[in-house]
């Protein structure tokens, strides 16, 4: 599928950005040309040799503050997105399998979940359980959980009940086996598409977070945190807040993309379009050789 | 011609070495009040290597009636001998046991559906065999030797079930109820959606079939499509089965009435303008 | 009226519909797809189809119905109803004459019903289109043609929706339908194989009873010779586009001139009734 998905120019796009995103997040703390916390006088400055972001209103150096920050923001959106994986699909499958009684709870649990608005939950457990970005980003992987429930689950219905899934259980398949051999690969694409949704909605809430100031401590850097700190000095450096914000952005952009392009080339239709799109290059290549200009 | 009286029912003494012996099965859905009787104190015995097609419009549970045999469905009462096991009473780890010896397989109406279309035909024949826990290496080269049987070719195996014809799939799909080996193979309108060249083909390979010795149920709404390979005759009508008998004599002289509208509803190359009455007063007798 | 070619008008005076060398090209990749079909049709008289899917037969029918698929066009040939050569029809003219000269049925009723309307609202609606009439006269007339097509309690039936009516009740329904304007011809494409044997009897013996009643020409299209051999005065067997075998029905079963229809009545003899059931008259 990784093929798949490479093979559309979207694709492409989405995974270049997101593996920059990667690497500033693995590497920003040693990229960073100063120390993020150091402050100076030189406060709110211009753009320069020493500063390429300029310097905020204690003078510390915006380029290396933002790199620094990255780990946080991105770490902190994996989290959302892999708490909600493993909360949400696991019950999704065997939801289907295990009988009534488990479906019947499973599926009143994530209504209750869905009714829960997770920002607030969010404020509300650091509230509770001390200043921290992993707990408030545990929490809120459970609360967006649902989304991974509910696709799973109605992958699976789909795959269950369908005469290939007899046959191999007439054959003797046992469950495990009918999982992995049918189910598995019908469910995966659509997990993939919600997974790389949750990603951009995980830099959302955690963008949204360090913007109010909670999760991290203050002199720590982040991406909504410095965004928050810009916008309190715009009538002395107006373009200041567009570098997070951008950044927020085009991250959430480019996980919106790769989910795009993953449900563009999974199942039966992204098999014909993929196949119309050989097609096409074969008749190119054959046509390569023919002297330009022929009529077709 | 045939001066002989014709017994309506036939064949229940050879239960002993029979590879499917149903007695007194009945089948209910819902619980209840809303409990409906699917099938009724059906009794049909099968021996090796015999084809017995069981005839019945929608919803007569011809369907219901495979479905229990292959433990898809619970009876709710009677015996069901599969190969010499009573399974009426088997839970899922019966069921599991029984069916990977492969004895029973069973054929789906849609060729199209009832392949995986994400698996190619290669990995799809060889699953009955995988899960027998045969070897991948022993698996492919026993569905390699299988191939001949049912006209398909070995380029055909890395393809995916959308980039088959309707017949060459149904093909796919009789094969892979064949690669294990089983004794009784059972087979919902198996050539319902196909044309006359596949039709005929696909009957041809179940002759064969026969003649190998495997017995085969051929389920059908459609006494014509049974009548060249059956040897016995069921027909089931409203979860009854209703007459029992050698293909040639339900068919030359059926006995119940429903049996009777089915002779005359099929249709043949040599119909007679009389068949319409006799049809319409069969109809009034069933209704009425 | 007008005083063209007496000659060839006397030969089909009676025919209500005539093709003749039909020819229907995909307009996509310019292929031909239907090489010249030819046949005539009296009032009261049917004409068989026969033919796997791809063979053509459903796009003849269309093209009579002028209902063609994008692309699709007729390249040569004539379709007269009533005398009148139908093929360059305008739209609007089409409208007219489909429905109260020419009608049809097709495989799988379902899907020709809206199922969130009460199925005798739907038939009503044809009636108060195609004939004008009020809305108590067109729900009168809609009872008496589900009665016409043989359908028990039929004012029980015009209440009823889609997804409460078996396949076969709603095959009569839309041939109810489609006779609620008094057509000359009505098509049945493929319009009893996705039903049990015993109702696709039922559905054939009520099309031969509306035609001998009313003197409605039908055309009736299917892959199964044995289907249309039941009805048939003349059969056309298409392959491939091609009309490989044409004659009156008794002519082609026991003489069949062409290989592909005798594997068609092969099929019957060796793996179907006919096995068991001989003719009892001529051989």
Same mark, same amino acid.
């Given at each position: 599928?990784?093929?798949? !998905?490479?093979?559309?120019?979207?694709?492409?796009?989405?995974?270049?950005?997101?593996?920059?995103?990667?690497?500033?997040?693995?590497?920003?703390?040693?990229?960073?040309?100063?120390?993020?916390?150091?402050?100076?006088?030189?406060? $709110?400055?211009?753009?320069?040799?020493?500063?390429?972001?300029?310097?905020?209103?204690?003078?510390?150096? =915006?380029?290396?503050?933002?790199?620094?920050?990255?780990?946080?923001?991105?770490?902190?959106?994996? &989290?959302?997105?892999?708490?909600?994986?493993?909360?949400?699909?696991?019950?999704?499958? $065997?939801?289907?399998?295990?009988?009534?009684?488990? &479906?019947?709870?499973?599926?009143?649990?994530?209504?209750?979940?869905?009714?829960?608005?997770?920002?607030?939950?969010?404020?509300?457990?650091?509230?509770?359980?001390?200043?921290?970005?992993?707990?408030?980003? $545990?929490?809120?992987? !459970?609360?967006?959980?649902? $989304?991974?429930?509910?696709?799973?689950?109605?992958?699976?219905?789909? =795959?269950?009940?369908?005469?290939?899934? &007899?046959?191999?259980?007439?054959?003797?398949?046992?469950?495990?086996?009918? !999982?992995?051999?049918?189910?598995?690969?019908?469910?995966?694409?659509?997990?993939?598409?919600?997974?790389?949704?949750?990603?951009? !909605?995980?830099? =959302?809430?955690?963008?949204?977070?360090?913007?109010?100031?909670?999760? =991290?401590?203050?002199?720590?850097?982040?991406?909504?945190?410095?965004?928050?700190?810009?916008?309190?000095?715009?009538?002395?450096?107006?373009?200041?807040?567009?570098?997070?914000?951008?950044?927020?952005?085009?991250?959430?952009?480019?996980?919106?993309?790769?989910?795009?392009?993953?449900?563009?080339?999974?199942?039966?239709?992204?098999?014909?379009?993929?196949?119309?799109?050989?097609?096409?290059?074969?008749?190119?290549? &054959?046509?390569?050789?023919?002297?330009?200009?022929?009529?077709? | 011609?045939?001066?002989?009286?014709? #017994?309506?029912?036939?064949?229940?003494?050879?239960?002993?070495?029979?590879?499917?012996?149903?007695?007194?099965?009945?089948?209910?859905?819902?619980?209840?009040?809303?409990?409906?009787?699917?099938?009724?104190?059906?009794?049909?015995?099968?021996?090796? *290597?015999?084809?017995?097609?069981?005839?019945? /419009?929608?919803?007569? *549970?011809?369907?219901?009636?495979?479905?229990?045999?292959?433990?898809?469905?619970?009876?709710?009462?009677?015996?069901?001998?599969?190969?010499?096991? /009573?399974?009426?009473?088997?839970?899922?780890?019966?069921?599991?046991?029984?069916? +990977?010896?492969?004895?029973?397989?069973?054929?789906?109406?849609?060729?199209?559906?009832?392949?995986?279309?994400?698996?190619?035909?290669?990995?799809?024949?060889?699953?009955?065999?995988?899960?027998? *826990?045969?070897? +991948?290496?022993?698996?492919?080269?026993?569905?390699?030797?299988?191939?001949? +049987?049912?006209?398909?070719? /070995?380029?055909?195996?890395?393809?995916?079930?959308? /980039?088959?014809?309707?017949?060459?799939?149904?093909?796919?799909?009789?094969?892979?109820?064949?690669?294990?080996?089983?004794?009784?193979?059972?087979? @919902?309108?198996?050539?319902?959606?196909?044309?006359?060249?596949?039709?005929?083909?696909?009957?041809?390979?179940?002759?064969?079939? +026969?003649?190998?010795?495997?017995?085969?149920?051929?389920?059908?709404?459609?006494?014509?499509?049974?009548?060249?390979?059956?040897?016995?005759?069921?027909?089931?009508?409203? *979860?009854?089965?209703?007459?029992?008998?050698?293909?040639?004599?339900?068919?030359?002289?059926?006995?119940? #009435?429903?049996?009777?509208?089915?002779?005359?509803?099929? #249709?043949?190359?040599?119909?007679? #303008?009389? @068949?319409?009455?006799?049809?319409?007063?069969?109809?009034?007798?069933?209704?009425? | 009226?007008?005083?063209?070619?007496?000659?060839?008008?006397?030969?089909?005076?009676?025919?209500?519909?005539?093709?003749?060398?039909?020819?229907?090209?995909?307009?996509?990749?310019?292929?031909?797809?239907?090489?010249?079909?030819?046949?005539?049709? %009296?009032?009261?008289?049917?004409?068989?189809?026969?033919?796997?899917?791809?063979?053509?037969?459903?796009?003849?029918?269309?093209?009579?119905?002028?209902?063609?698929?994008?692309?699709?066009?007729?390249?040569?040939?004539?379709?007269?109803?009533?005398?009148?050569?139908?093929?360059?029809?305008?739209?609007?003219?089409?409208?007219?004459?489909?429905?109260?000269?020419?009608?049809?049925?097709?495989?799988?009723? %379902?899907?020709?019903?809206?199922?969130?309307?009460?199925?005798?609202?739907?038939?009503?609606?044809?009636?108060?289109?195609?004939?004008?009439?009020?809305?108590?006269?067109?729900?009168?007339?809609?009872?008496?043609?589900?009665?016409?097509?043989?359908?028990?309690?039929?004012?029980?039936?015009?209440?009823?929706?889609?997804?409460?009516?078996?396949?076969?009740?709603?095959?009569?329904?839309?041939?109810?339908?489609?006779? %609620?304007?008094?057509?000359?011809?009505?098509?049945?494409?493929?319009?009893?194989?996705?039903?049990?044997?015993?109702?696709?009897?039922?559905?054939?013996?009520?099309?031969?009873?509306?035609?001998?009643?009313?003197?409605?020409?039908?055309?009736?299209?299917?892959?199964?010779?044995?289907?249309? %051999?039941?009805?048939?005065?003349?059969?056309?067997?298409?392959?491939?586009?091609?009309?490989?075998?044409?004659?009156?029905?008794?002519?082609?079963?026991?003489?069949?001139?062409?290989?592909?229809?005798?594997?068609?009545?092969?099929?019957?003899?060796?793996?179907?009734?006919?096995?068991?059931?001989?003719?009892?008259?001529?051989?």
């Amino acid at each position: 599928m990784v093929r798949r !998905v490479l093979a559309l120019p979207s694709g492409r796009i989405a995974v270049a950005v997101l593996a920059v995103i990667a690497l500033l997040a693995v590497f920003g703390p040693w990229l960073a040309p100063q120390d993020p916390l150091a402050t100076s006088g030189n406060t $709110l400055g211009a753009a320069s040799g020493s500063h390429w972001l300029g310097t905020d209103y204690l003078g510390r150096d =915006v380029l290396s503050r933002l790199l620094d920050g990255s780990r946080v923001s991105v770490l902190g959106s994996l &989290e959302v997105a892999l708490t909600a994986l493993v909360v949400g699909v696991i019950p999704g499958i $065997l939801s289907v399998y295990l009988g009534r009684a488990f &479906e019947w709870i499973t599926l009143r649990l994530t209504d209750t979940l869905v009714a829960l608005p997770f920002l607030l939950f969010a404020v509300a457990v650091v509230a509770l359980l001390g200043n921290g970005i992993t707990q408030a980003m $545990l929490v809120t992987g !459970v609360l967006v959980s649902p $989304l991974f429930y509910r696709v799973s689950r109605a992958a699976t219905l789909a =795959v269950a009940r369908s005469p290939y899934v &007899e046959a191999a259980l007439i054959s003797g398949a046992s469950l495990g086996w009918v !999982v992995r051999r049918h189910v598995w690969v019908k469910v995966l694409p659509p997990i993939a598409v919600a997974l790389a949704q949750t990603v951009g !909605v995980g830099f =959302v809430i955690v963008s949204s977070l360090t913007f109010l100031g909670i999760g =991290v401590q203050p002199p720590a850097p982040t991406w909504g945190g410095l965004l928050a700190s810009d916008l309190g000095y715009l009538s002395q450096r107006p373009w200041a807040p567009l570098t997070p914000a951008l950044l927020i952005v085009v991250t959430v952009w480019a996980c919106n993309l790769l989910a795009d392009a993953i449900r563009d080339v999974s199942g039966e239709a992204g098999r014909a379009l993929l196949n119309s799109r050989k097609a096409r290059a074969n008749q190119i290549d &054959e046509a390569g050789p023919a002297p330009a200009g022929g009529a077709s | 011609m045939s001066a002989d009286a014709i #017994p309506c029912t036939r064949g229940g003494g050879m239960s002993t070495d029979a590879v499917l012996t149903l007695e007194g099965l009945s089948v209910h859905y819902g619980a209840r009040r809303r409990r409906r009787r699917v099938l009724h104190d059906v009794n049909l015995s099968i021996a090796p *290597g015999e084809t017995v097609g069981v005839i019945g /419009e929608t919803g007569s *549970g011809k369907s219901t009636l495979a479905r229990t045999v292959l433990g898809l469905v619970r009876a709710s009462g009677g015996s069901i001998v599969v190969d010499g096991e /009573e399974v009426a009473g088997y839970g899922p780890r019966q069921w599991r046991a029984l069916r +990977r010896r492969g004895v029973v397989q069973y054929v789906f109406q849609d060729p199209l559906r009832s392949l995986d279309p994400d698996l190619t035909v290669a990995d799809s024949l060889a699953e009955p065999l995988l899960v027998q *826990g045969v070897p +991948r290496a022993e698996a492919a080269t026993r569905v390699r030797a299988f191939l001949d +049987r049912v006209r398909l070719t /070995e380029d055909l195996l890395d393809r995916l079930p959308g /980039e088959l014809s309707g017949g060459q799939r149904q093909r796919v799909a009789v094969a892979r109820a064949l690669v294990t080996e089983p004794r009784l193979v059972i087979l @919902d309108e198996p050539v319902s959606a196909l044309d006359s060249a596949n039709r005929v083909q696909v009957l041809q390979i179940l002759k064969e079939l +026969r003649d190998d010795g495997v017995a085969l149920v051929f389920i059908s709404h459609d006494l014509g499509s049974v009548a060249g390979v059956a040897d016995r005759i069921a027909v089931l009508y409203r *979860g009854e089965l209703v007459e029992t008998g050698a293909a040639r004599d339900v068919i030359a002289a059926p006995q119940h #009435p429903y049996t009777r509208l089915l002779v005359r509803s099929a #249709p043949t190359l040599h119909s007679a #303008p009389a @068949d319409r009455a006799e049809r319409d007063a069969l109809r009034a007798l069933l209704h009425a | 009226m007008s005083t063209v070619s007496t000659l060839a008008e006397s030969t089909v005076a009676q025919a209500v519909l005539s093709v003749r060398d039909l020819r229907i090209s995909d307009q996509a990749n310019g292929r031909e797809i239907v090489h010249g079909v030819s046949f005539d049709l %009296a009032p009261g008289r049917t004409v068989g189809i026969v033919g796997e899917s791809g063979s053509g037969k459903t796009l003849t029918c269309r093209a009579a119905l002028g209902i063609l698929p994008v692309h699709f066009e007729v390249t040569g040939g004539a379709i007269e109803l009533d005398g009148r050569d139908i093929t360059g029809l305008a739209p609007a003219e089409w409208t007219a004459q489909r429905g109260s000269t020419i009608s049809a049925v097709f495989q799988d009723p %379902a899907s020709y019903l809206n199922p969130s309307l009460r199925v005798g609202a739907q038939v009503a609606e044809v009636i108060r289109v195609k004939k004008r009439a009020g809305r108590r006269a067109a729900r009168r007339q809609t009872i008496e043609l589900l009665r016409a097509v043989h359908l028990r309690d039929p004012e029980l039936v015009y209440g009823q929706y889609a997804y409460e009516l078996s396949g076969g009740m709603l095959q009569r329904v839309l041939i109810a339908a489609a006779i %609620a304007a008094g057509p000359r011809v009505l098509i049945a494409d493929e319009a009893t194989t996705a039903l049990d044997v015993t109702v696709q009897a039922e559905i054939l013996d009520l099309l031969a009873d509306l035609r001998d009643r009313t003197g409605l020409a039908l055309v009736l299209v299917s892959h199964d010779l044995a289907v249309v %051999a039941q009805l048939c005065d003349e059969v056309l067997v298409l392959r491939q586009g091609e009309v490989v075998e044409q004659g009156p029905t008794r002519e082609v079963l026991h003489h069949p001139r062409h290989e592909y229809t005798r594997l068609l009545i092969a099929e019957h003899e060796q793996y179907g009734l006919d096995r068991f059931l001989a003719p009892e008259e001529d051989v």
